[in-house]
DNA sequence: CGCGACGTTGATTTGCCTCAACGATTGTGG
DNA sequence: CCACAATCGTTGAGGCAAATCAACGTCGCG
């Protein structure tokens, strides 16, 4: 079904999503909305497995997903969270059509917008505020991940999960604590005991 | 002195590493050279600090700096080293027009290229290649940091040095051992005894 | 020359990991 | 619908990597 053809609520959340960075009228957001493919996942399930060339980027009307790596002793590191509203890819994978060294998988059934490469082009070409959005876009995700780095180099564990609380507050009653500790580096025992230090000097 | 004047080293470099990414002709080029200002900077001198509102992208034509972080303690944390052949600057800064977190100094006397916002915008209007030459080095900048982030996420010190040695072998006998230290997240201390280690075990 | 910047080494401490065991909850197949 | 397994969070004991603090040698430079 053409997006055009309904108002539909999946692409509700996108048009607030992409009007909150860049103005455009409701021909074209809807022009641009039919380059996207709508896709359902369940829980457990994989968008992008290591080796694969990442095809889509993800943006997320309901769920939630990750982006994580497997190291040589076989933990997993997430590096991304997603939910309703943010944007989830490999883009090193998306724009040099190289295999990803990640995974993207599904923490709940999730509803997701994907937008393939060519897509992309071409929503660029015809219409060009699209272009300036998706560059936004990275620069914020650039700044937002060096900052992460920022704060890694500079605080301990405890501060980094009070950082973290504050700045995802959404997210953290959403996802299972071992899935922060592994985006904070740290072991789920570890959390755990930060936790437990943090709620007895309260 | 216009760079249409001469084709003067200084911007040989720019030319060089523009023409890397997107295909350009000399006179687009130079053209699009007019909107650097040249700059010369000494070793610790400072190009940008806290509080400052950063004004400028610089491309290095040679040289060597550094942007850092200085935490409650006092700590110094580099983000990232910039050489020859590298840009530099506080985008998240730049381009909100905010103050600035961090300091970026000269760790050796320097010859810089300065952009300017307004330059900037005007740059990617009048030669839309430009746009997208900075889309990509945004793009590359973010997946490199991504790769710092996992990197830091599932590697030892020691890995992350070896890391180091292989990805930035012109950097290893040009910088001071300690600001390498700071780069890894660790002191010079600890650095010392891991060179040593790996010194031994050869 | 003398001072500051830099790298090294040693002794001690500490933050986080590892391994192990244990409840609570969830989910699933018989 | 229950029984059993898997998942998740917590707690304890012990270990290790890196921080901290301190001392010292070397070099380069004003």
Redesign the pocket.
């Known amino acids: 079904m053409m997006p055009t053809d309904r108002p539909g609520d999946l692409f509700d959340r996108l048009r607030e999503n992409i009007l909150a960075k860049i103005s455009l009228g409701e021909d074209e957001f809807r022009a641009g909305a039919a380059y996207f493919t709508p896709r359902n996942i369940a829980r457990r399930a994989f968008l992008l497995q290591a080796g694969e060339v990442c095809r889509d980027i993800a943006f997320v009307c309901q769920g939630c997903l990750r982006y994580y790596t497997i190291d040589e002793?076989g933990?997993e590191h997430v590096i991304q969270f997603a939910i309703e509203g943010w944007w989830i890819a490999d883009l090193y994978s998306y724009h040099a059509e190289a295999p990803s060294d990640g995974y993207i998988d599904a923490l709940e059934d999730s509803e997701l917008l994907l937008l393939s490469r060519e897509n992309l082009e071409n929503l660029c070409l015809s219409i060009p505020a699209f272009e300036r959005f998706f560059r936004l876009l990275i620069q914020n995700s650039f700044v937002a991940y060096r900052k992460r780095v920022a704060e890694s180099l500079s605080n301990?564990?405890?501060v980094?999960y009070l950082t973290f609380l504050e700045t995802y507050p959404e997210l953290v009653h959403r996802?299972?604590?071992?899935?922060i500790?592994s985006w904070l580096?740290?072991?789920?025992?570890?959390?755990?005991?930060?936790?437990?230090k943090i709620a007895r000097r309260k």
């Open positions: 002793k933990s301990s564990a405890e980094r996802l299972p604590q071992h899935q500790a580096g740290i072991t789920p025992e570890a959390l755990s005991r930060i936790r437990n």
